[in-house]
């Protein structure tokens, strides 16, 4: 009937046709890749909560990428190609995978066509189509599951299971390798397995000096109880988990893999039912009809390395490990190669069956109850073989575990992610959390009275919405989860929907000059949020928006909202904001600054600052009374929360020493989380910015090309944040980096340069700007030049810092804004530039009531030359082409409202944001900007 054209039978018989199996495989690595996504899973202790598989079809040598969201995905298969390239010298020719959306997207596939790779994709509802793949998330989760339960692992522990998983896997014999496994079919090399131990055992690591000297000293325990959590995949040894959730690589250790570190617990009816993690999912719909994600988020973690020494000797660099059960004792050492694993190999020890009754395994997220030191055994109450476990059982193993299990360190310590779009925020595991900040936030939209609901107007612009999340910290450590309601405003119209937009924001100066003068003055400084600012402003204008989605009720697509009061996201939200609260301010007898429209001032004997950055107050007094009067009157106007005493602010960490009359800001959260952003929590530390020789020039054809322009930029507007707050000693880093941002400009070079600075950050983030102090309130500033160091244009760097005491309140570094023709020219650029920021500091200070009039302040410059054309109309052929407009400075020395004075270059603190320095000028200068490192 089939042959006949016969439309009933086709359309009642037709059968899928099978799927043979492919016994065929790719003629050599790296000829063809395939790749799968499985999740979502419960989040790690990372906030994992995704793994990327990627199967080569030669060797079936596999990967396995941790992510923290599907979006993520496809940059890690850009940066793992690019990285596997470069190693191997081959280059992929074919790559395969399902129809997942972190798959099949512009992004990834022009990737593909420009680096010359063919790729395919399996049919929809075809998991058989991309069989290698998944029978390799099958394979891995067998082995993960096994992991987890043998050592009563909390669920949480499941990424570091699933990459030793994909580890052991690598290393078993394969059907089609004939005897080979993946791992020797890629490499070439034949594995060994000297440095595997059993996964989840207790190992006692050697501690370093630090640590020797916080617990005791030399009459202190020389090793910390840790749980084995696999190789160390970035150097020799193996990977631990100490007491605090903290990653300890290390060569020495003890394992004790006979003594597990957990109790079997007999079944019983009371027990949880068994629920296992499905890694592998051959039966489950594609990813394709999954949400939609972001392109920009980085990936979580840098794609495993293919490393070629891998073939070295196994005796170098060799971890030190002691076996518990040796006869050698703790100063036996075995040797072991510093890659992943050595080159000769190694029989495996004849298996060994146990005599030990077995139980049925235990959920992984069941911590067994930490036994008594206090009740006896009896041969009634419990077999030998268990009380000999439960004995030998570390208690600081039994409160990580218990901790982990139960999820108490997790939301003090560890990152949580951020989801881009309300699928994800009610699909993950946060769900009821941030489910909950979005009912307020729609609740607090409701009853302020910011909208009302209306049919759709014909022909009117409706504005879009959507939802913005974020996870704040508490001064605890705590996370609180914020969910914000937003209009799209680039879909607003000039001229309909809006007109004036300009909202002032306070320079960082500002507060580092306020902050400075409330430790010198002993001045009480707290802080306010005003909850939904913009929600208090009033619009001038008629906008309707499209209601939120995923608010529980369905949506009539005739009903819009219009608008009553601005919403986060219009181009006129913080214009109105401000106006209204400039209104209420001044009603209080406040009055703006005129040298910073966002500082608020109350003349009074017992007077106040108020400094508005946006939503943040930033309070000083000197009057405990005036600042509760004030925060009194304005929760008459707004719902605000009174923060108290500052201890955060724009996120920096704030901490006080009154006894000095300093204040400390750092920015060490802010560092660890670009680095865990950017997958760099491994990066190697470095003393300074940038390399003394660099020579950054913009990529020529032929270069090696970075693979996603975007990441570059992103990184250094993270960079570039830390430099306004908190670091003026990476000023000039983020401005030679800043020259070659646009797309086009930067390439693989630069990105080393950006990450140079990113580990230079890592190894300084203790470090602290402080304010204050006990030396006079007297206006001081350096200025310096590099003459003509830019190779492309000749323009010279620049760059000036003031101070009024310890601690630079205000700088900056850049380029001059022509060619200079003598090093005194330059100099007269940087000294120019200064000197307008001097008129600005010096009035700010008289407004604030700390005259800078006698003596004026002083310019420090290092050449001789600048200083007499600043005071002097010196006239020489040398100079008589420089533009009126540069001896601006002239004028401000006859009138005594700038002196200029010369100081040596060894001193000039503004030598660092004009050059990389050495490693000895770096830190030299270091403590004269006012940072300091720990004691």
Request: glycine share 6%; with cysteine.
């Given at each position: 009937?089939?042959?006949?054209?016969?439309?009933?039978?086709?359309?009642?018989?037709t059968?899928?046709?099978?799927?043979?199996?492919?016994?065929?495989?790719?003629?050599?690595?790296?000829?063809?890749i395939?790749?799968?996504?499985?999740?979502?899973?419960?989040?790690?202790?990372?906030?994992?909560?995704?793994?990327?598989t990627?199967?080569?079809?030669?060797?079936?040598?596999?990967?396995?990428?941790?992510?923290?969201?599907?979006?993520?995905?496809?940059?890690?298969?850009?940066?793992?190609?690019?990285?596997v390239?470069?190693?191997?010298?081959?280059?992929?020719?074919?790559?395969?995978?399902?129809?997942?959306?972190?798959?099949?997207?512009?992004?990834?596939?022009?990737?593909f066509?420009?680096?010359?790779?063919?790729?395919?994709?399996?049919?929809?509802?075809?998991?058989?189509?991309?069989?290698?793949?998944e029978?390799?998330?099958?394979?891995?989760?067998?082995?993960?599951?096994?992991?987890l339960?043998?050592?009563?692992?909390?669920?949480a522990?499941?990424?570091?299971?699933?990459?030793?998983?994909?580890?052991l896997?690598?290393?078993v014999p394969?059907?089609?390798?004939?005897?080979?496994?993946?791992?020797?079919a890629?490499?070439?090399?034949?594995?060994?397995?000297?440095?595997?131990?059993?996964?989840?055992?207790?190992?006692?690591?050697?501690?370093?000096?630090s640590?020797?000297?916080a617990?005791?000293?030399?009459?202190?325990p020389?090793?910390?109880?840790?749980?084995?959590?696999?190789?160390n995949?970035?150097?020799?040894?193996?990977?631990?988990l100490?007491?605090?959730?903290?990653e300890?690589?290390?060569s020495?250790?003890?394992?004790?893999?006979?003594?597990?570190?957990?109790?079997?617990?007999?079944?019983?009816?009371?027990?949880?039912?068994?629920?296992w993690?499905?890694f592998?999912?051959?039966?489950?719909?594609p990813?394709?009809?999954?949400?939609?994600?972001?392109?920009?988020?980085?990936?979580?973690?840098?794609?495993?390395?293919?490393?070629?020494?891998?073939?070295?000797?196994?005796?170098?660099?060799?971890?030190?490990?002691?076996?518990s059960?040796?006869?050698?004792?703790?100063g036996?050492?075995q040797?072991?190669?510093?890659?992943?694993?050595?080159?000769?190999?190694?029989?495996?020890?004849?298996l060994?069956r146990?005599?030990?009754e077995?139980?049925p395994?235990?959920?992984?997220?069941?911590?067994?109850p930490?036994?008594?030191?206090t009740?006896?055994?009896?041969?009634?109450?419990?077999?030998?073989?268990?009380?000999?476990?439960?004995?030998?059982?570390?208690?600081?193993?039994?409160?990580?575990?218990q901790?982990?299990?139960?999820?108490?360190?997790?939301?003090?310590?560890?990152?949580?992610?951020?989801?881009?779009?309300?699928?994800?925020?009610?699909?993950?595991a946060?769900?009821?959390?941030?489910?909950?900040?979005?009912?307020?936030?729609?609740?607090?939209?409701?009853d302020?009275g910011?909208?009302?609901?209306?049919?759709?107007?014909?022909?009117?612009?409706?504005?879009?919405?959507?939802?913005?999340?974020?996870?704040?910290?508490?001064?605890?450590g705590?996370?609180?989860?914020?969910?914000?309601?937003?209009?799209?405003?680039?879909?607003?119209?000039l001229g309909?929907?809006?007109?004036?937009?300009?909202?002032?924001?306070?320079r960082?100066?500002?507060?580092?000059?306020?902050?400075?003068?409330?430790?010198?003055?002993?001045?009480?400084?707290?802080?306010?949020?005003?909850?939904?600012?913009?929600?208090?402003?009033?619009?001038?204008?008629?906008?309707?928006?499209?209601?939120p989605?995923?608010?529980?009720v369905d949506?009539?697509?005739?009903?819009?909202?219009?608008l009553?009061?601005?919403?986060?996201?219009?181009?006129?939200?913080?214009?109105?904001w401000?106006?209204?609260?400039?209104?209420?301010?001044?009603?209080?007898?406040?009055?703006?600054?005129?040298?910073?429209?966002?500082?608020?001032?109350?003349?009074?004997?017992?007077?106040?600052?108020?400094?508005?950055?946006v939503?943040?107050?930033?309070?000083?007094s000197?009057?405990?009374?005036?600042?509760?009067?004030?925060?009194?009157?304005?929760l008459?106007?707004?719902p605000?929360?009174?923060?108290?005493?500052?201890?955060?602010?724009?996120?920096?960490?704030?901490?006080?020493?009154l006894?000095?009359?300093?204040?400390?800001?750092?920015?060490?959260?802010?560092i660890q989380?670009?680095l865990?952003r950017?997958?760099?929590?491994?990066?190697r530390?470095?003393?300074?910015?940038?390399?003394?020789?660099?020579?950054?020039?913009?990529?020529?054809?032929?270069?090696p090309?970075?693979?996603?322009?975007?990441?570059?930029?992103?990184?250094?507007?993270?960079?570039?944040?830390l430099?306004?707050?908190?670091?003026?000693?990476?000023?000039?880093?983020?401005?030679?980096?800043?020259?070659?941002?646009a797309?086009?400009?930067?390439?693989?070079?630069?990105w080393?340069?950006?990450?140079?600075?990113?580990g230079?950050l890592?190894?300084?983030?203790?470090?602290?700007?402080v304010?204050?102090?006990?030396?006079?309130?007297?206006?001081q500033?350096?200025?310096?030049?590099?003459?003509?160091?830019d190779?492309?244009?000749?323009?010279?760097?620049?760059?000036y810092c003031?101070s009024?005491?310890?601690?630079?309140?205000?700088?900056?570094a850049?380029?001059?804004?022509?060619?200079?023709l003598?090093?005194?020219?330059?100099?007269?650029?940087?000294?120019t530039?200064?000197?307008?920021e001097?008129?600005?500091?010096?009035?700010?200070?008289?407004?604030?009531?700390?005259?800078?009039?006698?003596?004026?302040p002083?310019?420090?410059?290092?050449?001789?030359s600048?200083?007499?054309?600043?005071?002097?109309?010196?006239?020489?052929g040398?100079?008589?082409?420089?533009?009126?407009?540069?001896?601006?400075?002239?004028?401000?020395?006859?009138?005594?409202?700038?002196r200029?004075a010369?100081?040596?270059?060894?001193?000039?603190?503004?030598d660092?944001?004009?050059?990389?320095?050495?490693q000895?000028?770096?830190?030299?200068?270091?403590?004269?900007?006012?940072?300091?490192?720990?004691?």
């Open positions: 009937p089939f042959s006949t054209g016969c439309l009933p039978c086709i359309q009642g018989k059968q899928a046709t099978p799927h043979p199996s492919v016994r065929s495989r790719a003629a050599a690595p790296l000829d063809r395939h790749c799968d996504l499985v999740g979502p899973l419960p989040p790690t202790l990372r906030g994992h909560r995704w793994h990327l990627i199967v080569d079809d030669h060797s079936r040598n596999g990967w396995t990428i941790l992510l923290h969201n599907k979006a993520q995905a496809k940059q890690a298969i850009i940066e793992w190609i690019t990285q390239q470069l190693h191997t010298g081959r280059k992929l020719k074919y790559f395969h995978s399902d129809r997942g959306g972190e798959f099949l997207n512009s992004q990834l596939l022009t990737f066509r420009h680096q010359g790779i063919m790729f395919s994709f399996s049919n929809p509802h075809s998991p058989e189509q991309n069989g290698v793949a029978a390799r998330n099958k394979s891995i989760g067998r082995i993960t599951r096994t992991l339960e043998q050592a009563s692992a909390p669920l522990l499941w990424g570091y299971a699933v990459l030793h998983a994909t580890l896997n690598n290393l394969h059907a089609l390798l004939e005897g080979k496994t993946p791992y020797e890629w490499s070439g090399v034949k594995p060994t397995m000297r440095r595997l131990r059993v996964w989840g055992c207790t190992a006692h690591v050697l501690q370093n000096k640590e020797r000297q617990s005791g000293g030399k009459l202190g020389v090793t910390k109880t840790c749980i084995h959590v696999g190789i995949p970035h150097g020799p040894g193996w990977l631990f100490d007491s605090n959730n903290k300890c690589p290390s020495d250790a003890v394992f004790q893999e006979h003594a597990p570190h957990h109790a079997s617990i007999p079944p019983s009816d009371s027990s949880p039912t068994l629920e993690i499905h592998d999912h051959p039966s489950a719909p990813s394709s009809s999954s949400s939609s994600a972001p392109i920009n988020a980085p990936p979580s973690a840098a794609p495993p390395s293919v490393s070629p020494s891998l073939a070295q000797d196994p005796r170098d660099g060799a971890p030190h490990e002691v076996d059960n040796s006869e050698e004792g703790v036996a050492h040797d072991a190669p510093s890659s992943a694993f050595p080159s000769a190999p190694q029989a495996l020890p004849p060994r146990s005599t030990r077995r139980h395994p235990t959920p992984y997220w069941i911590i067994p930490k036994p008594s030191t009740e006896s055994s009896t041969p009634d109450s419990a077999s030998t073989s268990d009380a000999c476990v439960t004995a030998t059982t570390p208690p600081e193993i039994w409160a990580l575990l901790t982990i299990a139960n999820g108490e360190s997790g939301d003090k310590r560890l990152e949580i992610p951020t989801p881009q779009t309300w699928q994800e925020a009610l699909g993950g946060d769900s009821e959390e941030w489910f909950a900040s979005m009912v307020r936030e729609y609740n607090g939209i409701k302020s910011t909208f009302e609901e209306v049919p759709r107007p014909p022909g009117a612009n409706v504005v879009k919405s959507k939802w913005v999340y974020r996870v704040k910290r508490r001064p605890d705590t996370p609180h989860f914020k969910s914000r309601l937003c209009a799209k405003g680039f879909s607003q119209k309909v929907d809006y007109l004036e937009t300009f909202a002032p924001t306070p960082h100066t500002t507060a580092r000059l306020l902050l400075h003068l409330a430790a010198k003055l002993d001045l009480l400084v707290h802080v306010m949020d005003v909850d939904q600012a913009f929600l208090h402003g009033e619009l001038e204008e008629e906008i309707f928006m499209e209601p989605p995923c608010m529980g949506l009539d697509p005739n009903v819009v909202w219009r009553k009061k601005p919403l986060y996201g219009l181009k006129q939200a913080p214009r109105q401000h106006t209204k609260l400039k209104g209420v301010l001044q009603e209080m007898g406040f009055q703006p600054a005129h040298w910073d429209p966002s500082l608020f001032l109350l003349r009074e004997p017992n007077g106040m600052w108020v400094l508005v950055y939503d943040d107050l930033l309070l000083l000197n009057s405990t009374e005036q600042l509760e009067r004030f925060k009194a009157t304005m008459k106007h707004f605000m929360k009174d923060l108290g005493e500052i201890n955060t602010y724009l996120g920096m960490q704030v901490t006080r020493d006894s000095k009359h300093e204040i400390h800001l750092s920015q060490k959260r802010f989380s670009i865990k950017f997958g760099q929590e491994d990066i530390t470095y003393n300074t910015p940038l390399a003394v020789n660099h020579n950054l020039t913009i990529p020529q054809p032929g270069d090309v970075l693979p996603d322009q975007d990441r570059f930029p992103e990184l250094l507007g993270s960079i570039m944040y430099m306004v707050c908190t670091r003026p000693d990476i000023a000039h880093a983020v401005s030679v980096l800043s020259r070659f941002v797309p086009g400009r930067h390439g693989c070079e630069h080393k340069a950006a990450l140079r600075v990113l230079y890592k190894g300084t983030s203790d470090h602290t700007l304010l204050g102090g006990t030396s006079d309130i007297s206006l500033g350096h200025s310096d030049s590099s003459w003509a160091d190779q492309a244009d000749r323009k010279s760097s620049q760059g003031f009024i005491g310890s601690g630079v309140i205000s700088w900056k850049g380029r001059s804004p022509s060619v200079a003598s090093t005194c020219e330059a100099e007269l650029y940087a000294a530039s200064a000197a307008q001097s008129i600005w500091l010096t009035g700010l200070l008289n407004t604030l009531g700390e005259p800078q009039t006698e003596p004026p002083v310019l420090w410059c290092d050449n001789q600048t200083i007499l054309l600043t005071k002097d109309a010196v006239f020489s040398r100079s008589k082409h420089i533009e009126a407009r540069y001896f601006f400075i002239r004028e401000l020395v006859q009138q005594r409202r700038l200029t010369h100081i040596a270059g060894h001193l000039n603190v503004a660092i944001f004009t050059k990389p320095l050495s000895e000028d770096h830190h030299r200068l270091l403590p004269l900007l006012g940072l300091q490192a720990p004691i």
